[in-house]
T-cell receptor
Framework: DAKTTQPPSMDCAEGRAANLPCNHSTISGNEYVYWYRQIHSQGPQYIIH???NNETNEMASLIITEDRKSSTLILPHATLRDTAVYYC????????????FGEGTQLTVNP | GAGVSQSPRYKVAKRGQDVALRCDPISGHVSLFWYQQALGQGPEFLTYFQNEAQLDKSGLPSDRFFAERPEGSVSTLKIQRTQQEDSAVYLCASSGRLAGSFYEQYFGPGTRLTVT
């Protein structure tokens, strides 16, 4: 699986958009970008995934650059409950494909 | 429906004791994964089951670690002769090609193991 690079920490004001970047310059053509988050003392939670098109669901939006070498997770209106470690993971979409977690980004949403 | 459940949530073991950690995956999910998360680190892969078959155990750190899923549903991770370096959160995740899913993994709350 391709390696990802994320900033170690970010801050965001409550109610504002949180934009979390991820670099994955060695991504392969059959690898998807997945985002997970882990709130303190909980298991990781799936957020969203995409291949090459931008994606949106009830939790977030995922913007993937045209060359697929980077992406941005957008939380449109961050709340205090969004404070968590966010992991960007690239992997093939296969039943046996493990998740390889990097260091992630600690997002702190401030009141 | 119910998510992934794990028990116990917390386990304290004396060095040298054996422990067994249980995972109940989401009903219908054929794939089951175990991960180990040390304090301040991201989860690391241990092993993977498809139904009852253990297809990948390359992440198990030593032969003291053993996992099973005999009926393709509930899984147990067993650690023999626990050592202090085994102290970590053990996470279980399941996934399946259900309608609308794309092999995303759903995690349980984890079992925090402390070896004293």
């Amino acid at each position: 699986d391709a390696k990802t690079t994320q900033p170690p920490s970010m801050d965001c004001a409550e109610g504002r958009a949180a934009n979390l970047p991820c670099n994955h310059s060695t991504i392969s053509g059959n690898e998807y970008v997945y985002w997970y988050r882990q709130i303190h003392s909980q298991g990781p939670q799936y957020i969203i995934h995409g291949l090459k098109n931008n994606e949106t669901n009830e939790m977030a939006s995922l913007i993937i650059t045209e060359d697929r070498k980077s992406s941005t997770l957008i939380l449109p209106h961050a709340t205090l409950r969004d404070t968590a470690v966010y992991y960007c993971i690239v992997r093939v979409a296969d039943s046996g494909s493990r998740l390889t977690f990097g260091e992630g980004t600690q997002l702190t949403v401030n009141p | 429906g119910a998510g992934v459940s794990q028990s116990p949530r917390y386990k304290v073991a004396k060095r040298g004791q054996d422990v067994a950690l249980r995972c109940d995956p989401i009903s219908g999910h054929v794939s089951l994964f175990w991960y180990q998360q040390a304090l301040g680190q991201g989860p690391e892969f241990l092993t993977y089951f498809q139904n009852e078959a253990q297809l990948d155990k390359s992440g198990l750190p030593s032969d003291r670690f053993f996992a099973e899923r005999p009926e393709g549903s509930v899984s147990t991770l067993k650690i023999q002769r626990t050592q202090q370096e085994d102290s970590a959160v053990y996470l279980c995740a399941s996934s399946g090609r259900l309608a609308g899913s794309f092999y995303e993994q759903y995690f349980g709350p984890g079992t925090r193991l402390t070896v004293t």
